[in-house]
C-alpha cells in the first residue's frame, strides 16, 4: 500500500508559479507510474500529467503543456509538479496517483489509479 500526501498549493495571481509535491510512503514508490489529475468546481476529474516509473519520458494534457513540468525523485519518494504562467481556469484541487502497469495514453484514465492523495487547493487570481 501507498500513502500520498501532497502539498504547495495555495493563492497565486495569474501569470505566477507554484510548485506541487507529493510524498509518497513506503520503498515501492519507484515501482509505480505517478500523475496528477485536477478537480475544479463543479468539473469532472481531469488528467493533468504523468510520469513513468524512471522518469523520463512525461505526458501531458494540452491545456497544461508549455506550461507545467511533472517530474520525479525516486530517492526521495517524491513526485512534483512546476506550474508556471497560471490562469484562472487552473483553479482547481489538484491529486496525485499512482498506478501500475504500462506507460501508455491510458495514464489519462484515472480510474486506473491504485492510490490517491488527499489533494491539494490552487487558486489563481485574475
Known amino acids: 500500500q501507498v500513502q500520498l500526501v501532497e502539498s504547495g498549493g495555495g493563492l497565486v495571481q495569474a501569470g505566477g508559479s507554484l510548485r506541487l509535491s507529493c510524498a509518497a510512503s513506503?520503498?515501492?514508490?519507484?515501482?509505480?507510474?505517478v500523475g496528477w489529475f485536477r478537480q475544479g468546481p463543479g468539473k469532472e476529474r481531469d488528467f493533468v500529467a504523468a510520469?513513468?516509473?524512471?522518469?523520463?519520458?512525461?505526458y501531458y494534457a494540452d491545456s497544461v503543456k508549455d506550461r507545467f513540468k511533472i517530474s520525479r525523485d525516486n530517492t526521495k519518494n517524491t513526485a512534483y509538479l512546476q506550474m508556471n504562467t497560471l490562469k484562472s481556469e487552473d483553479t482547481a484541487v489538484y491529486y496525485c496517483?499512482?498506478?501500475?502497469?504500462?506507460?501508455?495514453?491510458?495514464?489519462?484514465?484515472?480510474?486506473?489509479?491504485?492510490?490517491w492523495g488527499q489533494g491539494t487547493q490552487v487558486t489563481v487570481s485574475s
Open positions: 513506503g520503498s515501492t514508490f519507484r515501482s509505480y507510474i
Open positions: 496517483a499512482v498506478r501500475g502497469g504500462d506507460f501508455t495514453t491510458d495514464v489519462k484514465d484515472f480510474s486506473g489509479y491504485s492510490y
Open positions: 510520469i513513468p516509473r524512471s522518469g523520463g519520458f512525461t
